[in-house]
């Protein structure tokens, strides 16, 4: 599947709202991943599906398909699936993004930095993978050491911990903000 900009994203999410509207519905949608970071800290230009929850959640995704079919986006641009991956202790917070018939929220900063630190997924010729977004975090959050990153995981995965590889990956990086920081 191609990437989906900001503005098609911001379009359909619109669309949404107009047809929650129509069945008398207000529906609630929290945003993770690319799409959090796209819209709540202007980090992508595009990403490839739209992680998020949605209550009431057959409903949503109901009418989540229906604008896939209008707008002519794949089926699985409205990716519900995150849930798998929730931290037992969340964080969100509201996107100051009015849209009518939906209530938005996205995840916090510090929730995404443990979620994205967990995964620490390379890039692959179909997903831009996790380092860019870390990269990101680590950069906005002044992210100093591996123990700063430890602390918010330990905050949203208390049973998690990262694997030495990650570890590794996650101190590269740092490096590589603390150098650019220099110059």
Known sequence: MAGISRNLIIQA????GELALA??????????????????????????????????????????????????LDDAWFNDEVWRFF????ARRKLPLEIPGLKLYVATASYLLA??????RRPTPNRRGDLHDLKFLIRKMEIKSPRDIERHIDRHFP??????????????????VADERKT
């Open 115 to 120: 979620m994205k630190a967990l995964a620490c």
């Open 87 to 90: 931290a037992p202790v969340g």
């Open 23 to 72: 069945e008398g519905l207000t529906l609630e949608i929290c945003l993770y991943g690319g799409t959090a970071l796209m819209l709540a800290y202007g980090n992508r230009e595009a990403t490839q599906d739209v992680d998020a929850t949605i209550r009431p959640k057959a409903e949503g995704l109901r009418l989540a398909n229906f604008v896939a079919r209008e707008m002519g």
């Open 159 to 176: 049973n998690d911990r990262p694997t030495d590889k990650q570890r590794e990956i996650i101190q590269s990086i740092i490096n590589e």
């Open 13 to 16: 999410l619109r669309r949404l």
